[in-house]
């Protein structure tokens, strides 16, 4: 069976057809082995990016930007979410710093994307 996606690796987003052959997973439609990477990865476990907001307190702004370091798997993408609705960091904040490690259990971390 074939299966359309549209890579996400690069802002052109070259449409994909992904699908099995004598025991392997052949991607067409790709301009660059990433498509190709891609494309395998999202049949074999698909992940994201997760990015968004916490609470914060004593800064200037009420929320700061978070995001994972790593994909995580589909489908945890909403006990992460979770996780992360449910704390509130205080201020100061650094790029970089680690808010929450191992977020529901996975490799990933989540980590600040401003100073705050
Ligand atoms: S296959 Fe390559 S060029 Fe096409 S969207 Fe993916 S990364 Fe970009």
């Not at 052949?26 to 990865?41: H, L, P, Q, T």
């Not at 702004?61 to 449910?86: G, Q, R, W, Y």
């Not at 509130?88 to 989540?110: C, D, F, R």
Request: aromatic share 4%; with cysteine; net charge positive.
């Amino acid at each position: 069976m074939k299966k359309e996606m549209t890579c996400i690796s690069c802002p052109v987003g070259c449409r994909l057809t992904a699908y099995e052959k004598d025991g392997k997973i052949i991607i067409e439609g790709n301009a660059c082995k990433r498509g190709e990477v891609y494309g395998i990865s999202e049949i074999t476990n698909p992940s994201r990016m997760v990015c968004s907001t916490v609470k914060i307190q004593g800064a200037f702004l009420p929320s700061l930007p978070v995001k994972t370091d790593e994909p995580v798997p589909k489908e945890k993408i909403f006990e992460v979410m979770e996780e992360i609705n449910k704390i509130t960091v205080q201020a100061p904040v650094h790029t970089g710093q680690i808010l929450i490690p191992h977020v529901a259990g996975t490799k990933s971390n989540i980590v600040a994307t401003r100073e705050m």
